[in-house]
Structure formats: structure tokens, C-alpha cells
């Protein structure tokens, strides 16, 4: 899928085209004022201020034909530089375009651009005439937050692309409406994986039997990986007091990340937004010697994070999730070791899963973010110069980022695409030379010395929430063997002759630890067929009078249309190498 952002020219050729759409809204709605309109990955939006006019569905259709008409007449667009007084001037009746104004520091050339009747601030560059924003489609609209805080007024914010020909737009679509297929907020109803409930609250998912099946088989999986590496894995509760991660400095550094306090008698509480502080409790709860090091604690644990209403998003961006968490304890010589073992085994999950795109990222401090940042600027130098050192030696190609580290350190993030929506982080690891210290966590070095640790903080599913929601996406609901939550669709060709060696096969099957469901309707074969590709179940059994003859099992897989016919041993052994490769 095409960035337009990293275009350059359809990313100017977007621009004017939000342009063209503010000129076109402006015909149409006198009134309406516009905030900012900028370049995205998908191509282009408009913030604007309707008053009390919300759009509908129609609407869009009748802004298109403006801008269609508009960019037939085929003005120029015309650059003015301003200065700061001639532009409050020429704003004084626009508060959005004042606050912009405002906010531009004293050196900014202040640039405005006119099309005909239309004049908007911008820094442009633009297209020479609107004639080249010809082959657009507005694509849809949503509410949006003035500032994106949920306190001010609601913005309708319209959404499109604009290419160089009609073809190239064409494409775009197709492939735009293949994503939405892939969209696993749809994949999730249409396979009841998980749900939401206004009464439960944004962001805050049920888990249906299915998805909770998904999630057991990726708990499982991981466990047994992190147990053979030497990880202990411990509970511990989703709530702690202020002191707690006052201690940590999540307070001070991530409070607008957290839910706000409770008070429960004498004692202020939060829900959680990271297992960090317990882990840090938990090492120190006992003396340690070099000779103990690393100590891996893990932990499938709940946190809870203030995400804005208007950005949480299925399974992928919610307020309530689990992580797949480890904090590891290593002495400053196990750092590079200990890194290595995290981003192989990564590499090895994304293996298993068939996880090909993505990136990594090296996400470094902003030195000049002091709020969001714990300001030790000898700190983050050794904590970046270290994991840029440990990076270099691993071979990993990675594109470094600032201010996207944690509050407590520099983190190795990978980040993937999701079908629809800008990119995100699913695994990370995290090096930290300060959460030991808060909490003065020491071990016992080979002189007999006190040592602190450093920690390594790591999520190599990231949450299960987001890698459910990327593995639906990934593989378009198509789920191999031994993730899908029905494995196995028993079909009795006719129930009057063939139900009962159904019902041996299904209880023996599921004795043997299988999913399988069996369908018992009095429905054509080729009917029930057919419902077992619609539910993309990965094994049709297909039983009839020969297979009650023989004793042998016939099986479809999904996707091809070939039956085979096998004994139970052999159907057995079939499942059973199918599980293994993961296939
Ligand atoms: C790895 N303290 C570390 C931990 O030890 C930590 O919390 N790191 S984190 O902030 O990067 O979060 C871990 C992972 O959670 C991220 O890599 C991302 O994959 C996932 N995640 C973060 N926010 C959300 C969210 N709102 N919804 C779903 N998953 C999320
Ligand atoms: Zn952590």
C-alpha cells in the first residue's frame, strides 16, 4: 500500500486537494471555519468548524461535485507572504486560523494561498492550479476533538485521496476495500472473537469463547518458550498505591497514560499502567549474588492506560490489556547477552507466526521533553550509547526515532502495519538504568560488593490484545491449526445413516484433545460444506456410508477443494504434523 506522505508529489498534490475541499465546503457552508488540514499515509483530511450542521453520508457526494467543479474551472493557486500583522488582519474573524497564528514562533515567513475566491494559511508548496486535483475521492468523515481534547468542541473531520490519474485512484481503492476486509474489528464480529459493550466502557473488549481460545493457545505458547528459557512467572495485582509508581516516577512522567486515583479508606490507589514496580518488589524480596543473575520475572498481567476515546480501536489500541511482560535482572556485563536471547526470540515467534513485515525501531529520548523524559542526561547517554552498541552487533537493520523511548529508558521496538491505520508497536524490549535504582534494588557482585542491576524490560507479543488483532489481520481470519478455535467441522452426509460413527469420530477426536464441532442439521451436504468455508474452519470431515464401512475418515482442508480419505491413524498423524509446523 502506497504511503502517500513519503510521496513527494502526491503528498503536495494531497494538500491542494484539502484545499479544494475547504474552497468546495466553504460554497456550500458559508459559516464553516477550518482548523488544519494535513497529509496522511492514506492521503488527506480537513478539520473543520460546521457550527451545528453534522454531516451525513449525501453530503460528501455533494462536496465532491463542487471540488469536481471548482478544479474544471482550473484557478491558479497563488502564493502571498504575510506578515504578522497583515495576517491577524486578514484572520481577525477566525479564531482557528488566530490560534495558528499564534502559535507560529516570531522567525516563521508566514505564507497564505489563494484559489479563486478561497484563501487559506498554510505553508504549503502546493500543485500551480487546482486543474491537477482531478482524480480524488472523499472517503469518509468522523468527529474530532478541537486539539484532539476531548474538553473542546467537536470538529467534523473529512477524509480523502487524490492521485495523478484516474487508474492510479482506481487501484487505490481496490486495495483500500481489500484492507477493510482485513479489518480485524470485522474479522472479530464475523468470528465472534471479541466484543464491546458501551456498558462496559470504550476500549475495554470481552474476550468471546473463541477469542479466549486464541488466547490460550498464544499463553501457552509463550509460557513453554519462556520457561525453557530460564523466565519464573509470578501473579501480582493490576492495582497499586500512588506510592507505588510515585516510587517508580510513573507518576511524575506518565500520569496522562493512567487512569485517575481512588481512594479506598486511608490508601490511594491506581489500576495499573505497567507491572515494572511489582516485578521490582518481587527481586527485592530476597538477597541476591551475581551468581543468581539474570533473573527473569514474567508475567501475563492486566494494565490499564488512558487511551482518548477517539484513538482506541478494536483489540489493537485499548484502555484494558494483558501484556506479554518479563522484566529481566542482569548485571552490566549480561546486557548484551540477555539482549540477544530477547530479539531472537522475536525473530523466532515472527517465524512461527509468519510474521514478515516489520521494522525495527530505536526509540530514543527527546533531551528537551523534560516532562515526559527523567532528566539525567549522563543517564541516557550510557543507556543509548549501550543499546545502539547491542544493536550494532546484532545485525538488525533498524531507523532510529526521538522521543518515542520510555520515561525510564531507550527501548528496541518492532512495528507493523495494520490493515487500516498508522503504524504500531507490537514487540519491545526496553533498557533501563533507572527503575533499579528508584526502587534500590542491589545484588552481591564476586568482590562482595553491593551492585545495582540493570533491568531489561520486554513484551515479545507486546500485549495479546494487539497481537490477536495484527494475527486476524495477517492472516485475513484464516488461522493455521492449531490456533483456530474450531480445528475440526464433523459432517455426517446423511443423519439417518451416519450420525452415530459422527459421534464416535467427535468424541474420540476430542478425547484426543482436538477442537471439533459436528454438524447435526438435517441440511445437503454441499450446503454444510459451504458454511464450513464461510466460518473458515481449517478440517471438514466428510463421513458417509463408505467411511462407516471401512472405519476410515474423509477430510477437506479449507481452501481446497481435493478430498482425501485416510485411516485414523493416518488422519491422526496428519493433525499432529500439521500442529508442529504450525501450518
Ligand atoms: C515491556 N514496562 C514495559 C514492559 O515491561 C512496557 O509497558 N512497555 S510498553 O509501554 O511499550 O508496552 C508494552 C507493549 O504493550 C507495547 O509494545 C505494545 O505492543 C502494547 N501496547 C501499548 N499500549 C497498548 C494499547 N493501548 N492497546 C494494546 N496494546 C498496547
Ligand atoms: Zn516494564
Redesign the pocket.
Known sequence: MINIKEDERLSVLNHSCAHLLAQAVKHLYPEAKFWVGPVISEGFYYDIDLGDVTLKEEDLEKIEKEMKKLSKDGKRIVRHELSRKEALEMFKDDPYKIDLINEMDENTVITCYTQGDFTDLCRGPHVESVKECKHFKLLKFSGSYYKGDANNKVLQRIYGVCFDSEEDLKNYLEELEELKQRDHRKIGKEQEIFMNHELVGA?MPLWLPNGALIRKQLENYIYEKEEKMGYVHVYTPCVGTVNLYKTSGHWDHYKENMFPMMKVDDEEFVLR????PHHMLIYKNKLHSYRDLPIRIGEFAT?F?Y?ASGA?KG?????C?C?N???LFVTPEQIGDEFKKVVDLILAVYKDFGIKNYKFRLSLRDPKDKDKYFDDDEMWEMAENKLREVLDSLNTPYYEAIGEA?FYGP?L?VEVKPAVGPE?????C?LDFLLPRRFDLNYIDSNGEKQVPVVI???I???F???TAFLLEETKGILPLWLSPTQINIIPVNMEYHEEYAREIEHWLQEKGYRVITDYRNEKLSYKMRESVIKKIPVSLILGQKEVDEGTISYREFGSTETKTVSKEEFIKYLEERIEEKR
Do not use: I
Open positions: 476500549g499502567p505497567m507491572n515494572c494494565d492506560r487511551e482506541v483489540l489493537e489500541r485499548v484502555r490489556m501484556q511482560d518479563a522484566h520510555a527501548k521496538d504500531v508497536t507490537l514487540s519491545t526496553q524490560h520486554r513484551a507479543f507486546g500485549t490484545d494487539r497481537f
